[in-house]
C-alpha cells in the first residue's frame, strides 16, 4: 500500500472505531447495511471453514492413531504366534518322549517311581531353563497322579479324589475332549496349581499363569487318559505391552476366547472391558465408538491370526482433542485475526465505494425541496457514476418537461376555450334530424326520410353509450343503417350479404370496428362505382372469433399487398407517412384499435388476388356480453 493510502486507512480505522464505541452507526444507511452484511457472510465462512477444518483435522488425528495402533498390533501378532508356535513345538516335543508317555501308562514300583521322577525332572528342568517365560510343567493322570516342576521344586503328590484345581476347574476334561489341538487358559494363579501339594504359601502365589495344555496318548491307550501342561507368566507379555503403548495413550489388553482378559497394560487395569467378542462381528479388525461409565471411547481390536485371543486397545477422546487443542488455539487467533483484517478492509472499500452514492442522496434531496436541475458532479466511471449520469439527465429532463407541461396547459386553455365556444347540444342535433325526417315525409322524399333516420340512428348510440365494446348483434344494424346511408349517395347497386350464426349476436367487438371495413370495399374494391356485393361471416375458430369481410372488386397486386401487410404490422398511427400511403388507413386504425385492447395476437389478416376481390379476416378474442 503506497504513503498517501495510509492516512486514508488510518482514518477509516478510527471511523469504525468511533462507531463501534459512541453507538453512532445508523441502521437505515446503505453503508452501514453493506458493512453489517459483509461481516455477518465473513463471520460465518470464516467461522465455517475453521469448524470443518479443526473436524477434519481431528478426524484425521483420530484415524491415525487407529491406523497407527493397527499396525502396532501387527507387529504384536507376529511375537505373540511365535510364543504359542513355540508351546506347541515344546509340547509336542515332551509327548513324544517315552519317558513322559511311560510314567503314566502302568503302575510302577517305588524305584521305578524314582527313577522315572528323576528323569523327567530333568527333561522339564532343561525346557525351563530354554525357555524363560514357562513357569513351570505339569502332567497330571486320569487316577489323580499329579507331577509338578518348577524353577525353584519338584512336585510331586496323588489326588485320589480328584479334588485338586486342574479336576475341579474342568481343566482336565476340556483338555481330554480338545484332543489332539492344544488348549489355552488364562486367568490362573500360581496358587492354583500348587495348593494340592500342601506346600507353604509363596510370594508368587498370586501371580498370573496362562495354561497351554495337551492330552497325552501312550501306545498302550486307545485314548488319552493324562494331560501335560505348559504355566507361562503372564508378566512375560508385558514388553509387548510396552511396545504397543504408541503415541495416543489408552487401555491395551489381550483377550482370551472365553473374553476374559490375559494381560493388560499396566498404566489403567481394569477388570472389566468395554469390548465383548460381539462387537468384532466376525471381522478380524475394526474400530467402534462407545461409552463407559467415565467418558467416552474410541475402541481399536484386532483378532491374532486365526486363534481365539484378540488385541484392544481403548483410547478416550480426550486424547484426540488433548492433541489438536494448540491447533484449536492457532485456528481461533488466525480466525480472529482474519476476521479484524477482512472487517477493518472492507469497511474502508464500502467507505470509497459509497462516497458518490451519499452525493447522489444529497442531489435528490435538492430534488425534494424543489430544486429541480440540480446535478451530481465528480462521479466516478463505473455503474454508480452510470446512474449519476442518469439521475443528471433525468434531472434536466424533469426541468425541462416541466417548462413543457407549462406551454402544455397554456394550451389546453386555449383549446378549452375554443371548445366551449363552437360545442352543440347533441339533443338539438337529434331534434334537428328528426324534424327534417318529418319535413321529407310531408313532402313525400322517402330516400331523404330513410337517410335521416338512418343517420339518427347511427348517431344514437354515439351520444347514449359511453361504453368501448358493443354486442356483435348490435353492430351489425350500425353497418345496417351505414349501407342504407352509403346506397342512398351513391345509388343502390351494393348489397351485402351476412352469414353469422346467431349464437354470436351477443359476441363482445369494439364499437364500430367494422364500419370501416365496409368503407374499404366501397373506396377501394369495387370494379364497377358503387356496385356489388359484400360478404360478411362470422365463426368460431380455435377458441377465437373470427369475422370476415369479403368483396368481389378489382382486389390488388402482390407487390401493394405486401406493401399493406407490412404497415399493418409496423406502422402506427400519428406517425408521419407519404401520399403513397394514403391508401388503407383504415385498416390501420382498425388494427391498431383490436391489439390495443387485445394484444398482438390479434387484428386483422388480408388475402387478395389482382382481380379477384379481397378478403380481410378479423380476429378477436371470443367473450360474451354478460
Known sequence: MTNNKRPELFAAIRKLLGYALHERARWGTLRFQLFITYAGVSLLVLSLGAFFFYASTTKIVKERAEQLTLQNFKQAESSLLAIRTEMDKTSKVLLANESVRGYMDRPLSQAEEVEATATLTQLFNDVLFRYDNIHSIYVYSESGKILGVTRKKLYTTSDSGLSSWAYTSGLYEHVLDTFPSMDWQSNVKVQDQEAVFRYPETAEWNDSLILASRAIVS?????????????????????????????????????????????????????????????????????????????????????????????????????????????????????????LVAWVLAYYWI?????????????????????????????????????????????????????????????????????????????????????????????????????????????????????????LGDELGYIKHYMTIMNHRYGEGTLIHVDIEEGLMQA??????????????????????????????????????????????????????????????????????????????????????????????????VFSEEGKGMTIRMRLPLEYKV
Not at 425541462?400 to 376555450?417: D, F, G, H, W, Y
Not at 399493406?564 to 390501420?588: F, V
Open 219 to 339: 501306545s498302550y491307550q486307545e485314548r488319552p487318559l493324562s494331560i501335560l501342561t505348559l504355566s507361562i507368566k503372564e508378566s512375560s507379555l508385558s514388553p509387548f505391552f510396552a511396545e504397543l503403548a504408541g503415541i495416543t495413550k489408552g487401555w491395551i489388553y489381550l483377550l482370551d476366547g472365553n473374553g476374559n482378559i490375559i494381560r493388560g497394560n499396566e498404566q489403567d487395569e481394569r477388570d472389566t472391558p468395554v469390548f465383548t467378542l460381539e462387537h468384532a462381528n466376525g471381522n478380524k479388525y475394526g474400530s467402534y465408538t462407545t461409552r463407559n461409565d467415565h467418558e467416552k471411547l474410541r475402541v481399536v481390536y484386532y483378532r491374532v491370526g486365526t486363534t481365539d485371543w484378540t488385541l484392544v486397545k481403548e483410547i478416550p477422546y480426550r486424547e484426540f482433542s488433548k492433541d489438536s487443542n494448540t491447533l484449536k488455539k492457532i485456528v481461533i487467533v488466525m480466525l480472529l485475526a482474519s476476521l
Open 351 to 471: 467507505m470509497r465505494l459509497t462516497v458518490p452514492l451519499s452525493k447522489l442522496t444529497k442531489a435528490m434531496k435538492q430534488m425534494e425541496v424543489g430544486n429541480v436541475g440540480f446535478e451530481v458532479a465528480g462521479m466516478a466511471h463505473n455503474e454508480i457514476g452510470r446512474l449519476g449520469m442518469q439521475f443528471n439527465k433525468m434531472s434536466r429532463s424533469i426541468h425541462e418537461l416541466i417548462e413543457t407541461n407549462k406551454q402544455t396547459e397554456e394550451m389546453k386553455r386555449e383549446a378549452e376555450v375554443r371548445a366551449l365556444a363552437s360545442q352543440i347540444n347533441p339533443h338539438f342535433l337529434y331534434n334537428t334530424l328528426n324534424m327534417v325526417k318529418w319535413m321529407a315525409a310531408v313532402q313525400h322524399a322517402p330516400n331523404i326520410e330513410e337517410t335521416v333516420t338512418a343517420l339518427g340512428n347511427m348517431l344514437r348510440p354515439i351520444y347514449r353509450e359511453t361504453s368501448v365494446f358493443t354486442t
Open 508 to 605: 363482445q367487438v369494439p364499437r364500430f370496428i367494422l364500419q370501416p371495413l365496409l368503407e374499404n370495399c366501397f373506396v377501394h374494391g369495387m370494379t364497377q362505382k358503387y356496385a356489388g356485393t359484400i360478404k360478411l361471416s362470422g365463426r368460431v375458430e380455435g377458441g377465437l372469433l373470427v369475422l370476415e369481410v369479403k368483396d368481389e372488386g378489382k382486389g390488388m397486386s402482390e407487390e401493394k399487398l405486401v406493401e399493406l401487410r407490412y404497415r399493418l404490422a409496423k406502422e402506427k398511427i400519428g406517425g408521419e407517412r407519404g401520399p403513397s400511403r394514403a391508401h388503407g388507413m383504415g385498416l390501420l386504425y382498425v388494427n391498431q384499435r383490436i391489439q390495443l385492447h387485445a394484444g398482438e395476437a390479434f387484428g386483422l389478416d
